[in-house]
């Protein structure tokens, strides 16, 4: 069947030597330009054209003064003929053909009245676009001048839509649905100071797009914390919802893509699975062995989508609670470390002043004006360890000549019954615990607390070591409140007249240096000779 129909058209092209076409068919309405664009491949001097008339025209004519209507605002560029401003006379068939009449091309130019409806059916392009999305309206470039048709310079496009006055635009950067309708495009042209144009209709339909839903990262949040152990495998799962097959979810390590590549330490794999409405997407980070390394970066989950703005969560590796559990461990064994060093600076605190004292050989406080280091009064006291008067002669020596305190003694330096010049005259008051009768009752005791306060001399109260609390000492109020004005020292008897005993060292602590360097100090006399004459 079909080698029989196409025999015959095989048999007249060849017998006839000319190619036999279809003719092209064209539309124009009146008053607007149409162009024929012949296609054949021959030099132009040897193309021509035959009008509906029959007339032929080629470069050279000038069909400025033709008769003929048809040939009227024809005219020919290289290949293609022009028809400036079409009209019911341009209408019928025309070829071009080669010099040599080897090939000819057909036309059928129909031109339809302005208001033809059959014309608007055929001048018709479709567009769509979909709502919220950018739309871009083309203007056909059907059977125009091509920018090659020297002397024919276009003037642009000009839309408008149907229905509506205004100059329309052809780009819609977020197209509504009443954007739909019919719009018209009119490209326009000048020849030799005339205006010449071409329109075309597109009917522009919005559809509604097929919203497509937001793609979100599900897990993890945005900064959250993953406790890992150093050498650990660890897998950290990055969940989305995604609308589109094209949505991409991947990780991030800093600002480096983390790869697929399992034989890698730090690697992630990808699954996905189909919901009704949507796709879940899961990219999970693993760590073969965390290391310390990885501690120190920060991991990015981004979920990348061609149809919104992408998303990242990135996310932070601690070390875990047991390694917290260390450091804290640490801190609390410094704070121990610390705190027992602090202590034994206190505890020795004394030693060490001492021991800067003797050393160093600081002695001679500034002058304030009083006369002894220390005045020795003896108080009432029925503990059984108070001194007795071999050792109060003890204690007056070892003072002064051991350690080179000098010593305000009423009887010796001051008269018996003057208390309070002593007193006056001393930097410290000694408050010594005695069993003999003639010394300070209560009432005495309150007459020396009232002159230590107003002479500014400074108090240091020796207590009997008492063994259970309710002894008769607790009777002497007096006592106890000097006990807190001043400093205490207690006497343990015997075990006290060590010199090395921690009575001596408290009291000397208490007592601040003496003003002068001891006379004698058997074991600290090479250094705190040393020690002066540097
Ligand atoms: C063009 O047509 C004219 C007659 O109208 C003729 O004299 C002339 O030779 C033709 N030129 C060419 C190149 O065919
Ligand atoms: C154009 O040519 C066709 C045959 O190809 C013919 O049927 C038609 O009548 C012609 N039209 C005019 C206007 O001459
Ligand atoms: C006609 O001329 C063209 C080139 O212009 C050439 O290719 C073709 O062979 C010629 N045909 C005949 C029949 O002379
Ligand atoms: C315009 O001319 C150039 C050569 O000058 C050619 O390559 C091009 O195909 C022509 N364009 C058209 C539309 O004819
Ligand atoms: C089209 O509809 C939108 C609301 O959907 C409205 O804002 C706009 O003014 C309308 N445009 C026209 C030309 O009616
Ligand atoms: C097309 O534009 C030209 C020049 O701008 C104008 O003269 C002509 O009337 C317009 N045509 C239509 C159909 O609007
Ligand atoms: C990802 O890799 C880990 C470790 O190699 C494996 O356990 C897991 O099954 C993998 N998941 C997918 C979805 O391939
Ligand atoms: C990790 O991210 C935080 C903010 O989220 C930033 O301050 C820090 O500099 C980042 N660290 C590295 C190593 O990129």
Known sequence: MVKGH?????????????????????????GEMVVLHCHLEAEDPGLFWTLPSGQRMNQTSDTSASADQSQKGVLIHGQSLV??????????????????????IWFRLTVYSAESSEYKEKNQYPATCFTQEP???????????????????????????????????????????????????????????????KTFAVVLHVQISEQLGESVILSPKQNQEFQVDRGATVVIDCKAVVTSEADEVFWLSGKSFVEKDDSLPVFYNYSWEQGAKDIEMTASLIFKKVSEDDLLRNYTCELQSDHQISTFVTIVLTPKARDVFVSVIICIVGIIVVVFVATAAFKFKIDIALFLRDTLGCYGTPPDGKKYDACLMFYQSSSGVELGKADRKWLESVLEERFGYSLCLQGRDISEDNESECIEQSRTLVLFPS????????????????????????????????????????????????????????????????????????????????????????????????CQHV
């Open 135 to 197: 739309c871009m309206l083309y203007c056909p470039a059907a059977n125009i001048p091509c920018t090659n048709i020297s002397g024919i310079n276009s003037r642009g496009i000009t839309w408008s839509k149907e229905g509506e006055t205004s100059i329309s635009q052809s780009h819609f950067p977020s197209v509504q649905q009443n954007d739909s309708g019919v719009y018209t495009c009119n490209r326009s042209y000048t020849y030799k100071g005339q205006t010449y144009y």
């Open 435 to 530: 069993s003999s009768d003639s010394h300070p009752g209560s009432d005495l005791l309150l007459k020396i607390w009232a002159v230590v306060a107003e002479k500014n001399t400074c108090l240091i109260l020796i207590k009997p070591e008492t063994k259970q609390a309710s002894s008769t000492e607790s009777a002497s109020e007096v006592v106890q409140h000097l006990s807190r004005a001043g400093n205490c020292v207690v006497w343990k008897g015997r075990s006290s007249m060590e010199l090395k005993s921690s009575f001596w060292k408290l009291l000397r602590f208490h007592l601040s240096a003496p003003q002068h360097p001891p006379k004698l100090l058997p074991e600290e006399l090479t250094l705190a000779d040393h």
């Open 6 to 30: 196409l025999t015959p058209l095989f048999l007249l092209t060849f017998l006839s030597g000319v190619e036999l076409l279809k003719p092209k068919v064209l539309y124009v309405r009146e």
């Open 83 to 104: 028809v400036l401003h079409a009209s019911l006379s341009h209408q019928g068939n025309y070829s071009c053909t080669l010099g040599n009449a080897s090939s000819q």
